[in-house]
């Protein structure tokens, strides 16, 4: 089983729409959470950190679930700009691997004009 | 600032040769991980160096090998290549060794490698 598993879509919304991605994540002892971006033939860069509180940064909402093991991220208001694979990541901050993070496969999502 | 820089950018190798992939982290940090994304995957985790010392290694072959140098840059190495290595390899830094806080990962760009 793998640790991160997500939908790989693929996503195609309008513009203004609101998606949704979710994950589901197989090690109860995780600590952190994250949602990356990745253009297409880019490097991943961080999107937010995901809280137990959940967590907002302008359109993108972050939901976790830790008794269902499960992370969320909602994107409002969907720009042409959001077009892009999101991969929801999970890391140990302690133990063997500590500093390691655990990639899902990614969600592409394309919003057209 | 310059932020973490990968060399080479891509390259072309075929079975059975060897490669090193070089990697500066963003200067201050401490910290340089290795990741393997294949096409349509996300990236998995190949070592993690802090402070010049293996600190973590994923589930790969003992042919990948990586040091850390004390200017904190680093070098993956890949031996016998197999047509299965064609990937995009990221290299990471953080500050530290955790990934909670402000200790977050920033990724270079990547080095693409094909292997024929």
């Known amino acids: 089983r793998k640790e991160v598993e997500q939908d790989p879509g693929p996503f195609n919304v309008p513009e203004g729409a609101t998606v949704a991605f979710n994950c589901t994540y197989s090690n109860s002892a995780s600590q952190s959470f994250f949602w990356y971006r990745q253009d297409c033939r880019k490097e991943p860069k961080l999107l937010m950190s995901v809280y137990s509180s959940g967590n907002e940064d302008g359109r993108f909402t972050a939901q976790l679930n830790r008794a269902s093991q499960y992370i969320s991220l909602l994107i409002r208001d969907s720009k042409l700009s959001d077009s892009a694979t999101y991969l929801c990541?999970?890391?140990?901050?302690?133990?063997?691997?500590?500093?390691?993070?655990?990639f899902g496969r990614g969600t592409q999502l394309t919003v057209w004009p | 600032d310059a932020g973490v820089t990968q060399s080479p950018t891509h390259l072309i190798k075929t079975r059975g040769q060897h490669v090193t992939l070089r990697c500066s982290p963003i200067s201050g940090h401490k910290s340089v991980s290795w990741y393997q994304q294949v096409l349509g995957q996300g990236p998995q985790f190949i070592f993690q160096y802090y402070e010049k010392e293996e600190r973590g290694r994923g589930n790969f072959p003992d042919r990948f090998s990586a040091r850390q140098f004390p200017n904190y840059s680093s070098e993956l190495n890949v031996n016998a290549l197999l047509l299965g290595d064609s990937a995009l390899y990221l290299c990471?830094?953080?500050?530290?060794?955790?990934?909670?806080?402000?200790?977050?990962?920033?990724f270079g760009a990547g080095s693409r490698l094909t292997v024929l």
């Open positions: 990471a830094s953080s500050l530290a060794q955790g990934n909670s806080g402000a200790n977050v990962l920033t």
């Open positions: 990541v999970v890391a140990s901050d302690r133990g063997s691997t500590l500093g390691r993070l655990y």
